[in-house]
């Protein structure tokens, strides 16, 4: 490889890559990936979802060279376990890398998003739900968090839903066990109507109209988010992870703790 700066992640910061679809289909270097990631793509019986499966893991790989400096195609990515029916659980990891970050990929709908931190780390990214949509997965969310959206009219109950739902899984990549844990089972809630889950920083992020995005990362304290959003032109050119590199960071945020009593948004329910 020939860059010479391999990028880190500060101390309890976190980094964000925004990864666009390609062009063409014929963009997607598909020798990068390995034969579980191949296999993985080929179970998705809408060749759109191939693509978007195969450009997304294409591109982690390719930032994942930026921080560890192994060319993306020699990288070894282990816990993601394919099941033969589609199935995964376990969280990914790279292996044989001595301090290699943590990291955590999701797609959506022509988007991917790629978390990078020393800490364990989950990520979500989904489409803005449809109001159809929300109203049906209610039922399955913890009781406090049906009752601070049920208080919301419906059209700010559908991004609300949004955003939570994308907490609660990025919360839930975080622990390794994705939505095999019951959505039921933790608050994820703005209002502090329940207990956010201990030794984690759970928080959205700003993000365009049409997604809604969230992050979940152990520990404590607030968190420094830096986005950084990669043309199609430079993830899927020659030489990328060079071009990854030299990426300039974009928005900046700050990911708060709501263990902290101070950083809990205020209530909206009526005196």
Known sequence: MGWENV????????DVWLLPPPASPRDVPIGELDEQERRRAEAYLKPQDQRMYAAAHVGLRRVLAVYTGVAPHLLSIAGERYDGEGGRNGRPRVLGVPGAPQFSLSHSHGLALVAVAESRIGADVQRLPSTETAEACLPALHPAEREELGRLPVPERTVAFGRLWTRKEAYLKGLGTGLARGAHLDYLG???AGERPAGWVVGNLPLCESHVAAVAILGSG???VVVRAVPDTLLYAREAADRIAGVEPGLQTVLRDHADPRERPRSSRAA
């Open 222 to 224: 607030r968190r420094r």
């Open 7 to 14: 990028l880190s992640v500060g101390e309890g910061g976190l």
């Open 190 to 192: 703005e209002y502090g």
